[in-house]
């Protein structure tokens, strides 16, 4: 399997909280048709195409958080190309929503409870959304040790287990559906000086601030709380960078 942060998990030879080294590994997509009840899913896909706000303008996107500055990763790293295959699977997959609708005669279990999460969510506005999308993913998803492959959303939720990488998936799915502009969520690496690991979580911009939706704790933190994180990549529609403040083996 492909190490998630190769020269990095190399150079600290480093336990991770997730808690095998963070690793991504692309794994073949499923093959099932994905079915459900017309209406349930009709309003999945209502929310993937309305509700997924479209990316901001240059002057509205913010910086990325944790406030260091970002350089882009080489276009030959072996990640790049693992991230760029699995990225419509993060950002959840249309098609398969629409062949939801197409198909009335079972269920798609993924899509309604990803729903219903969103939904309940919705009940709420602005932090107090993204706590409960935080605290229902935490609640769904059961730790599972050395789980190291990179899953879709989807697939997160049905199998319901996986390591913080799932978590930080799922979230950012999630958040995604519920409304939030794609420039205003990032999945982050960090590593955790305190307890010596690699580690992923979820970011999200509200209120001209970044939260922090970490599987650890169903708190939601600034960036700027978090300070025994170290970040150490960031991971976006826009593809991956890495931060200059971390230490790097090219």
Not at 8 to 23: D, H, M, V, Y
Not at 76 to 102: G, M, N
């Amino acid at each position: 399997m492909m190490r998630f942060i190769t020269a990095l998990a190399e150079a600290r030879s480093l336990q991770t909280e997730c808690p095998a080294p963070l690793k991504i590994v692309a794994r073949t997509p499923d093959t099932q048709v994905c079915t459900a009840k017309p209406m349930a899913v009709y309003v999945t896909v209502l929310a993937i195409v309305f509700g997924f706000a479209v990316p901001a303008s240059a002057e509205d996107r913010p910086s990325d958080p944790f406030g260091n500055h970002t350089i882009e990763l080489n276009k030959e790293a072996p990640l790049v190309s693992t991230w760029e295959y699995l990225k419509d699977q993060v950002l959840l997959d249309k098609a398969r929503f629409h062949s939801c609708i197409e198909f009335s005669n079972a269920s798609c279990p993924e899509v309604s409870a990803l729903m219903k999460i969103v939904e309940e969510a919705r009940l709420n506005q602005g932090k107090a959304l993204l706590a409960h999308l935080n605290r229902a993913i935490n609640l769904m998803i059961k730790p599972t040790p050395f789980y190291g492959f990179l899953v879709g959303p989807l697939e997160a939720i049905t199998t319901r287990s996986g390591d913080c990488k799932t978590y930080a998936i799922a979230k950012y799915a999630a958040v995604r559906v519920a409304g939030i502009s794609p420039d205003h969520v990032r999945l982050v690496v960090v590593h955790s000086r305190r307890h010596s690991w690699d580690h992923m979580v979820a970011a999200v911009y509200q209120d001209d601030e970044w939260l922090i939706l970490d599987n650890l704790t169903n708190v939601l933190l600034r960036d700027s709380e978090k300070t025994d994180y170290e970040p150490t990549m960031i991971l976006d529609y826009k593809g991956i960078r890495r931060y200059s403040s971390a230490f790097w083996l090219d």
